[in-house]
């Protein structure tokens, strides 16, 4: 009878230390950040328009994101890093935006001129610039993997934009003599951004 009890409790003894084992890698399959350090962002916000980037976490502080933006005039490309210093479903964030749109040359503005079937062209539109956006926001983080995130703060930014001296003289006539010498200007402005953040992997 002893020998029985003896090999019960030898034998039960690797499962109750399983258990423990299961429950923790069941918890760390059940953590959205440790199984989804991907994820495809869409945002909205000043100065770059609409956003799509794929974002990295490599570590629970750190999510980098890189992708297009489009202003409603050309597009233009983004990376940035954003901090998480707290955790949970509702959390601070810290986030660092660079991106440049590039100005539109001589050549783009002549076919965009030819075309009459588009509507005229804004002066805007040969204006190109590069920022740097600091952003402090919240982040709600939901149980579908989805993250809404607000943020707001300020962009220093630089637009400029080429001459264009070697337009055609039919296309000249629809800038004006300011227009064709180029020019750059620096300015600080606040800047805002709101969207959601669809973790995977």
Same mark, same amino acid.
């Given at each position: 009878m002893?020998?029985?009890?003896?090999?019960?409790?030898?034998?039960?003894?690797p499962v109750a230390l399983a258990v423990p084992r299961l429950e923790s890698r069941r918890e760390a399959t059940?953590?959205? !950040?440790?199984?989804?350090?991907?994820?495809?962002?869409?945002?909205?916000?000043?100065p770059e328009g609409a956003g799509l980037s794929v974002a990295f976490r490599p570590t629970r502080l750190v999510r980098l994101h890189l992708g297009a933006t489009h202003?409603?005039?050309?597009a233009g490309g983004r990376a940035g890093l954003t901090l998480l210093p707290m955790r949970g479903w509702l959390t601070p964030a810290i986030s660092l935006d660079f991106?440049?749109?590039?100005?539109?040359?001589?050549?783009?503005?002549?076919?965009?001129?030819s075309d009459l079937s588009q509507p005229p062209v804004p002066s805007l539109e040969r204006v190109g610039y590069t920022y740097v956006s600091a952003l402090l926001g919240l982040e709600v983080r939901m149980p579908s993997r989805i993250t809404?995130?607000?943020r707001g703060g300020l962009s220093f930014m630089e637009l400029n934009?080429?001459?264009? !001296?070697?337009?055609? !003289?039919?296309?000249?006539?629809?800038?004006s003599p300011a227009e064709e010498k180029p020019w750059t200007m620096r300015?600080?402005?606040p800047t805002a951004k709101l969207g959601f953040l669809l973790s995977f992997g």
């Open positions: 002893s020998t029985l009890v003896v090999m019960v409790v030898l034998l039960s003894a059940q953590d959205p !950040e440790r199984i989804a350090p991907f994820g495809l962002m869409l945002d909205a916000g000043i202003n409603g005039i050309r991106g440049h749109a590039q100005p539109a040359d001589e050549r783009r503005l002549e076919r965009r001129l809404f995130f607000v934009a080429p001459g264009l !001296e070697g337009l055609e !003289e039919p296309f000249r006539r629809a800038i300015l600080i402005r």
